[in-house]
């Protein structure tokens, strides 16, 4: 009856480890994608930012930018 505990206890640990292991490849699976995530919004930073120096530019030509101090 000694032996029953123990196993159970070891049971129980494997069962934790398994679960723990899940944990850590689903959390490095979380942290990939949101690497790509900020990658995304950075170029579509860098893109808006271009559009808005492109448009300043269109306004200029245009006359139609108010004068900036």
């Given at each position: 009856?000694?032996?029953?505990?123990?196993?159970?206890?070891?049971?129980?640990?494997?069962?934790?480890?398994?679960?723990?292991?899940?944990?850590?490849?689903?959390?490095r699976?979380?942290?990939?994608?949101?690497?790509?995530?900020?990658e995304?919004v950075v170029?579509?930073?860098?893109?808006?930012?271009?559009?808005?120096e492109?448009?300043e530019?269109?306004?200029?030509r245009?006359?139609?930018?108010?004068?900036h101090?």
């Amino acid at each position: 009856m000694a032996e029953e505990p123990q196993n159970i206890i070891l049971e129980y640990l494997r069962r934790f480890d398994r679960r723990l292991e899940n944990m850590e490849a689903d959390l490095r699976e979380i942290k990939s994608r949101m690497s790509n995530v900020e990658e995304a919004v950075v170029r579509q930073n860098r893109r808006l930012d271009r559009m808005d120096e492109r448009i300043e530019r269109i306004e200029k030509r245009l006359d139609l930018a108010e004068a900036h101090h």
